[in-house]
DNA sequence: GTCCGGTCCA
DNA sequence: TGGACCGGAC
């Protein structure tokens, strides 16, 4: 499926000229985000800076147990300011159980910064966001898509995973040089306006169907899209 | 006991 | 480019 590959990458941004398969992907996996996406404490929320919360957290956590300790950080810390104003131990308390505590000291650290040097309004543009402290592509994709509507990826290993299978990237080679690759292709496949949809629709297939081991190919509503072959016709 | 994971640093 | 960071799943 190098052709395919190929031809996505050529493509740039422009969804006009999308080949026809990159096209049905996109609506079929939309599709079903919107009838099976998972329902999540975070989902639907449009404030940026909750958004963040649940993106670091979602770094090294599996959701599961994100779940459970979203909401009472939130309710303890309700507002960018709330976080930046507040002592380095007590947010470590709040993040006690979610390990890595690295990220709080990070997203602390932005808050600060954020409240301090950029007015208080979290930057909007990813490039802006990566110069926070704990930001890297992933989740200043992750934000900017979600919170902004910035017509951008973001890819996680699920979001990767569902990639490299559908368009047919193979592993093997330099694996910085695929991952690189595999941001290209995802940067024109992004439907514009929806990406927030797109880059969250991209995860939870891979968390529930396109899995790493054993993917339920029969039950993927993207297989007549899929390089891998299953179920087309 | 072994693997997994986004960012940062060596 | 490869390991450290932590906790959970298996």
Redesign the pocket.
Known sequence: MRILAGAYASQKQNACRLPPRARSFRRRLLAWYARHGRRLPWRGLNDPYAVLVSEVML????V??VTGFFPRFLARYPTLEDLAAAPPDAVREAW???????RAR?LHAAAREVVDRLGGALPARPADLRRL????????GAVASIAFGANVPAL???ATRVLGRVLGIRRGG???RRQARLWRLAEALVPRGRAGDWNQALMDLGATICV?RAPRCPVCPVRQSCALGFGRS
């Open positions: 770094q090294q956590t599996q599961r147990r006690d159980g979610l390990g890595y505590y690295a990070n402290p704990g930001i890297g592509r992933y989740t200043a996680d290993t699920n330099g694996a910085a790493a």
